[in-house]
């Protein structure tokens, strides 16, 4: 099995997801300015994933800081803060687990903590969140699997499995869910252009696991739909708005209008992290635009002519009235997710 990403001997270390499947890599990173570079650079990608990995980049930093002065110590936890939150703009679990870690600095330094100690505790704070999540995942594979029949063929997008979480996935939760407890699962994942997550990432990741996956290019969905191969769509998500709006992986929102047409159901897996109770809707989730040449070459081959216009948004939103239900880690909400997903965090967490 792999590992997704872990604490390591002075560094952090992870599989680098750049080069899957043709090669299974693992780099560590020993500055927490290089584990911010590793989200940056995709080396690891998905949600819940880039906020371990920052949490464990800034625990590094606060250990490397230790033997300084408590002034110096706190303003390069500062600087690291920023240095993480810059990484990457959508994946809002990123700015949830740097604002966890700022709240263990304030409360060790208000607790009268040297900073030995306040590293100390910034690193269990970063194993709790990655331990956290791996909890979370499980539980959302355990209630979106009772939403799967006893047999489906499931499209899933991008990839929202084991290498964008703490491990297990939460649409690839579901699934794993979904096939221990014996029901007849087919994946059908959209290859995911221009990154290529679902072909790299998916296919590689539920074939390790011995689940029947069909890899189609993005292109297939609607075709595929209208020929009823396609039970129902689950997929993760980056960003969900208070009234669930939610951004995931470019593509997602064409999917999603796909379903609805043809009357199958658009499931959502995600912690409650991914939720920002402070983004009313989706026209405040901001959607990060990658370089032009993820478009205009693949592998380094160009694929098109030199200077032609390319726009690469990662990201995109579908409208909460395409999403059918929001399974989370405390409870499944359902339209109206104003309500509903509010409402959820007043439950306990798993774990
Ligand atoms: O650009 P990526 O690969 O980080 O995008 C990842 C996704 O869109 C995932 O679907 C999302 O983060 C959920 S991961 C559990």
Redo the contacts with the bound molecule.
């Keep these: 099995m792999f590992i997704t990403v872990e604490r390591a001997e002075n560094g952090v270390r992870m599989i680098d ?1 750049r080069v899957l499947p043709t090669r299974e890599e693992y780099v560590t990173l020993r500055t927490p300015e290089e584990v911010a570079d590793a989200i940056r650079e ?1 080396v690891v ?6 906020g371990i990995s920052a949490a464990y980049g800034l625990a590094l930093g606060a250990t490397q800081a230790v033997g300084t002065d408590t002034a110096t110590f706190d303003a390069r936890m500062e600087t690291l803060f920023h240095t993480m939150a810059a990484a ?1 703009p ?2 809002v ?1 990123l700015f949830w687990a740097i604002e966890a870690m700022r709240a263990e600095l304030r409360a060790a330094r208000s607790d009268g903590l040297d900073d030995a100690a306040t590293a100390d505790r910034l690193e269990r704070r970063a194993r709790t969140i990655h331990d956290d999540d791996l909890a979370s ?1 499980k539980e959302i594979g355990r209630l979106g699997a009772e939403l799967i029949p006893d047999t489906a063929s499931i499209l899933t ?5 084991g290498l ?2 703490a491990g297990y ?4 939760g579901v699934v794993r869910s979904a096939v221990e407890a014996g029901k007849n699962i087919r994946v059908i994942a959209d290859e ?1 252009r221009p ?1 290529l ?1 679902g072909a790299r ?1 998916t296919a590689w990741e539920l074939m390790e696991d011995a689940i029947e996956t069909i890899l189609i290019t993005d292109n297939m969905a609607g075709a595929l739909m209208r020929r009823g191969e396609i039970d129902l769509v689950v ?4 960003r969900i708005a208070a009234n669930g709006d939610v ?3 470019i593509g ?1 929102y064409s999917v999603a209008v796909l379903a609805k047409e043809h009357g199958l159901p658009f499931y959502v ?2 912690p409650l992290t ?1 939720v920002d109770l402070a983004c009313p809707d989706g026209d405040g989730i901001p959607i ?1 635009e ?1 370089d032009r040449s993820e478009v205009t070459s693949m592998f380094g081959t160009p694929v098109a002519p030199p200077g032609v216009g390319v726009m690469n948004p ?2 995109d939103v579908t409208p909460a009235k395409y999403v059918t239900a929001i399974v989370t880690d405390r409870g499944v909400a359902r339209p109206p997710y104003g309500t509903s997903l509010r409402a959820l965090f007043d439950r306990p967490a798993p774990g």
């Design positions: 997801q995709m990608r998905g949600a819940p994933a880039i990457r959508t994946a679990n995942c997008h991008c990839n929202a499995g964008a979480t996935g939460t649409a690839l995911t990154f997550q990432l997929v993760g998500s980056d951004a995931n992986k997602t897996a995600a991914t990060e990658r990662a990201f």
